[in-house]
């Protein structure tokens, strides 16, 4: 099917949430805040599209009117989107076909702003205050002139309400989803973007982020840290089976989900700890939680943070990993602060659980700015999320082509024998380096290193716990800029292609 284009008049300050979130929305699940009128209004459980305006047939300028009947100084944009594989239902009217579905921010192709200053305020809002990585907005081509042409012209003295604009034309239809599926597939992607940093901390971290990369269930999913297993099931798993014997993990993950921005998550789970299961267990263990989380706030618990955190060095049970969880947002509640002050011994796998809950808890929109502008991940991520949601909603997953690889994480660059001189650079940075090889050749008054010294290094294993105990002590994005280690290790593996190339041009003389 060939690719098709569409577009859509949408508020700037609305385009600018789509952007922070990933996706365009039907503005009834619009999963940011206040929606202010405009287009998407008109037919709230839907995409609108419009075919690309021509003389006779021109975008209705309703939608933008609706906007600035709400707030006067606000400003417009029409949104052009380029469709592969997705083909949109054709509306009553015949004027406009829709999607009942949602659309990955990757397939705007281009922007048109109402002005100067229109344009002005979207990149404040997404590239000054906001999250979106450069390589996502870099994808779309802005224009700053000709909206007003692709509009339908009227009487500019004609007034029409907010009320009548979003009662005209509306060709209304249910919707296909809930809103929380939109807050479960966000705090997937959000926990699968941190548990890419985490990668960095050893073989169990960079195996984690592998296995949730893939959508569903797989077998590799059993040899998996707790929390990827846990989190998996919560998110794929039908919630009319066995709801009791999930409840706890449930009820848990719920209330990380439902967490505002603005909320304080202790304050989100106190519900949780007075919950009655029905088992005096599990209440037990939530009472003497919330006990124990009151004594950590009131600063009653004389141990260091790495005292409290040494306890789950192993945890094999959800009440064990609830706990871990708890404790830690006790320590560390903002998730920037797991990057800048690590604790030595929470360990790799620790990590991994604390990502999967955090991210959980943030959703993809509250990412931190470092994290989404590490070069290949924001795309890929919202792929992800992408086909988590079409795998939900029993839609096929083949309308995603994929077009984001898997973006390479520091196990992989150190283990990939295409780049020895980058792998033995960061090696050395980061104390890796288990027996040093390096030998200094004699002859005659003469010494010299060997062509290739990196040959002769051994480093530690990515599966030792010495390796994690290494680079746990590193800080993301301090010590470990992954952009530039990502920028040099594509520059290697071309210049070996290069080298191999001409080796085989060279063999043929």
Same mark, same amino acid.
């Given at each position: ?302 141990? &260091? ?10 945890? /094999?049970? $959800? *009440?064990?990993?609830?706990? @871990? +969880? #708890? ?91 295409? &780049? ?10 980061? /104390?890796? $380096? *288990?027996?040093?090889?390096? @030998? +200094? #050749? ?68």
């Amino acid at each position: 099917m060939a690719k098709q284009q569409f577009y859509i008049p949408i508020c700037v300050d609305n385009l600018a949430q789509f952007f922070a979130f990933g996706f365009i929305t039907p503005a009834s699940v619009f999963p940011i805040g206040h929606y202010i009128p405009d287009e998407l209004s008109r037919h709230s459980n839907v995409i609108p599209l419009h075919r690309k305006p021509t003389t006779k047939s021109k975008i209705p300028a309703h939608g933008v009117k609706a906007s600035r009947k709400e707030d006067a100084y606000a400003k417009s944009a029409i949104v052009v989107v380029t469709l592969d594989g997705v083909t949109p239902e054709p509306s009553e009217s015949s004027t406009w076909l829709y999607l009942e579905n949602i659309l990955p921010t990757y397939c705007i192709s281009e922007i048109i702003f109402e002005d100067q200053s229109a344009h002005e305020h979207f990149d404040y809002l997404t590239r000054t205050t906001g999250r979106v990585s450069d390589e996502l907005l870099n994808r779309v081509k802005f224009k700053k002139g000709g909206f007003d042409k692709l509009l339908q012209s009227e009487d500019p003295s004609e007034l029409v309400g907010v009320e009548g604009v979003l009662e005209t034309n509306i060709d209304e239809r249910p919707l296909g989803f809930e809103q929380n599926l939109l807050y479960k597939m966000s705090g997937y992607g959000a926990a699968l973007a941190l548990t890419y940093v985490m990668a960095k901390n050893g073989k169990v971290a960079n195996d984690a982020f592998k296995v949730l990369s893939n959508v569903g269930a797989n077998e590799s999913d059993f040899a998996s840290p707790l929390a990827i297993k846990v989190t998996k099931q919560y998110l794929f798993r039908d919630f009319e089976e066995d709801s009791l014997k999930y409840r706890i993990q449930d009820e848990f993950f719920d209330l990380l989900i439902k967490c505002g921005s603005n909320e304080k998550v202790l304050d989100k789970l106190i519900p949780f700890f007075d919950l009655d299961l029905g088992d005096p267990k599990a209440t037990k263990f939530l009472r003497g939680l919330k006990t124990r989380l009151s004594d950590i706030l009131k600063g009653k618990v004389e141990s &260091t943070k790495s005292e409290q955190m040494e306890v789950f060095r192993r945890v /094999d049970r $959800v *009440s064990q990993f609830i706990d @871990q +969880i #708890v404790t830690m947002f006790s320590l560390l509640d903002e998730t920037e602060k797991l990057f800048t002050q690590p604790i030595h011994t929470i360990s790799g796998e620790g990590y991994v659980n604390i990502a999967m809950a955090y991210g959980m808890r943030d959703k993809f929109y509250e990412v931190p700015k470092s994290v989404r502008q590490i070069e290949g991940l924001e795309c890929f991520v919202i792929e992800r999320m992408y086909e988590y949601f079409l795998t939900i909603t029993n839609q096929t997953s083949e309308k995603v082509k994929q077009e984001f690889s898997l973006v390479p994480t520091l196990v992989d660059i150190l283990d990939d024998s295409q &780049t020895p001189q980058l792998k033995n650079v960061l090696s050395y940075k980061f /104390d890796l $380096v *288990s027996k040093n090889l390096k @030998q +200094i #050749v004699s002859v005659g008054e003469h010494t010299y290193v060997p062509e290739h010294p990196e040959k002769l290094i051994k480093i530690l294993p990515s599966n030792e716990s010495e390796f994690e105990a290494k680079m746990i002590a590193q800080r993301a994005f301090e010590d470990v800029d992954f952009n530039f280690i990502l920028k040099l290790y594509e520059e290697e593996k071309a210049l070996t292609k290069a080298r191999m190339k001409l080796v085989n041009q060279l063999n043929k003389l």
